[in-house]
C-alpha cells in the first residue's frame, strides 16, 4: 500500500513563527503536492513538485515556500507564520503526471496563535 | 475561482436509503475524481471517471458524468452508517497538470 505520512497531526505555532511541514512518500511518486483545506472552500492547491529540486505554484502560494531535495520528501514552509495560515495542510502524492488517483497523507491542523 | 462545486453541501439520510451527491464544474477536463473524507483525516480516492466515460460503478458506487453539462453524480446504494464522510469530486484539468477540489458535501448516515 502507498503511505503518505506527515511529520505532525497538530501543530500549534505562534505568529511570525518559520514553521515546517514535512511530508514522505514510500511509493517513488515524482508528484508531489500541498494543499490547504478550510470549511467551504475544499482543498486549494499551494505548491506542487513533479521532480527532485523542481516546485511550481499552485493557486494560493503566497507565504509559503518548498522544498524538495529528495524525491520522497516534501516540505512546505511558513516562512513568518500568520493566523489566516491556520488551516488543514493534506500532502498528497502520484505517480508521472497528475492523472492518477492522488494518496494523500493524514493532514496537519496547524494553529497560529 | 473554484471549478468543482458540489451539491448539496450537507446530506442527512436514513440507514439504507441511497444517497446522491452532485458536482459541476466550469472547464474541459481530462478526467474527474470522487474523493472521501473521514472527520479530520486525510482523503481517500474512491473513483475515477474519465472524460469520455459516462458512467462507472465500483461497488455501491456509481458515477455519472456529462461533458455536455459539464456535471457528475456520486450514488451510494443502501449506505451504512460507516458511509458518514465528506465527499468531494476533483478535476484533472486538459493539460493534465492540475486537480481542483470543489468544497465537498457532508454526508451523515443516520442508524
Known amino acids: 500500500d502507498v503511505k503518505v505520512t506527515q511529520s505532525s497531526r497538530y501543530l500549534v505555532k505562534r505568529t511570525g513563527e518559520k514553521v515546517f511541514l514535512e511530508c514522505v512518500q514510500d511509493?517513488?511518486?515524482?508528484?508531489m503536492f500541498w494543499y490547504r483545506q478550510d470549511p467551504g472552500l475544499g482543498l486549494r492547491l499551494i505548491y506542487f513538485s513533479y521532480d527532485v529540486k523542481m516546485k511550481e505554484k499552485g493557486d494560493i502560494p503566497e507565504g509559503y515556500s518548498v522544498s524538495r531535495e529528495k524525491k520522497e520528501r516534501f516540505s512546505l514552509i511558513l516562512e513568518s507564520a500568520s493566523t489566516n495560515q491556520t488551516s488543514m495542510y493534506l500532502c498528497?502524492?502520484?505517480?508521472?503526471?497528475?492523472?492518477?488517483?492522488?494518496?494523500f497523507g493524514p493532514g496537519t491542523r496547524l494553529t497560529v496563535t | 475561482s473554484q471549478q468543482g462545486e458540489e451539491d448539496p453541501q450537507a446530506l442527512s439520510i436514513q440507514e439504507g436509503e441511497n444517497a446522491t451527491m452532485n458536482c459541476s464544474y466550469k472547464t474541459s477536463i481530462n478526467n474527474l475524481q470522487w474523493y472521501r473524507q473521514n472527520s479530520g483525516r486525510g482523503l481517500v480516492h474512491l473513483i475515477l471517471i474519465r472524460s469520455n466515460e459516462r458512467e462507472k460503478h465500483s461497488g455501491r458506487l456509481r458515477v455519472t458524468l456529462d461533458t455536455s453539462k459539464k456535471s457528475s453524480s456520486l450514488l451510494i446504494t443502501a449506505s451504512r452508517a460507516a458511509d458518514t464522510a465528506s465527499y468531494f469530486c476533483?478535476?484533472?484539468?486538459?493539460?493534465?497538470?492540475?486537480?481542483?477540489f470543489g468544497p465537498g458535501t457532508r454526508l451523515s448516515v443516520l442508524p
Open positions: 476533483a478535476t484533472l484539468d486538459n493539460y493534465g497538470q492540475n486537480f481542483v
Open positions: 498528497a502524492s502520484t505517480f508521472e503526471g497528475a492523472v492518477d488517483e492522488q494518496y
Open positions: 511509493m517513488d511518486h515524482e508528484n
